[in-house]
Nanobody, 123 residues
Framework: QVQLAESGGGSVQAGGSLRLSCAAS????????MAWFRQAPGKEREGVAA????????FYADSVKGRFTISQDNAPNTVALQLNNLKPEDTAMYYC????????????????WGQGTQVTVSS
């Protein structure tokens, strides 16, 4: 049973930065897919970024390319999402996901999800 613990959300002004972390525990795979999704009120869930930890391959939604960076953190089994140059439209609940079940990471078919951490960007 994989468990995910997210941290790092908060409120910032436009142009500011935040760093989200997702610590995974309870798995024995040598490498896994991990990803961040977000969902704003009244909107569909959107894939933000993903990483294949085996080769450090990273993937991004077009809306965040050049502003967000997903990486494996120094802490064991932890993936971070650095959010720079934040915009009001980035306001959403951000969820960490692990262990892709099928298809593209953007499809959201992951086996495990965190509880979410709120990011609020004011103009």
């Amino acid at each position: 049973q994989v468990q995910l613990a997210e941290s790092g959300g908060g409120s910032v002004q436009a142009g500011g930065s935040l760093r989200l972390s997702c610590a995974a525990s309870g798995y024995t795979y040598p490498a896994i897919w991990m990803a961040w999704f977000r969902q704003a009120p009244g909107k569909e869930r959107e894939g933000v970024a993903a990483i294949w930890t085996g080769r450090n391959d990273t993937f991004y939604a077009d809306s965040v390319k050049g502003r967000f960076t997903i990486s494996q953190d120094n802490a064991p089994n932890t993936v971070a999402l650095q959010l720079n140059n934040l915009k009001p439209e980035d306001t959403a609940m951000y969820y960490c996901a692990a262990v892709k079940l099928r298809g593209s990471w953007r499809d959201g078919a992951f086996g495990y999800w965190g509880q979410g951490t709120q990011v609020t960007v004011s103009s």
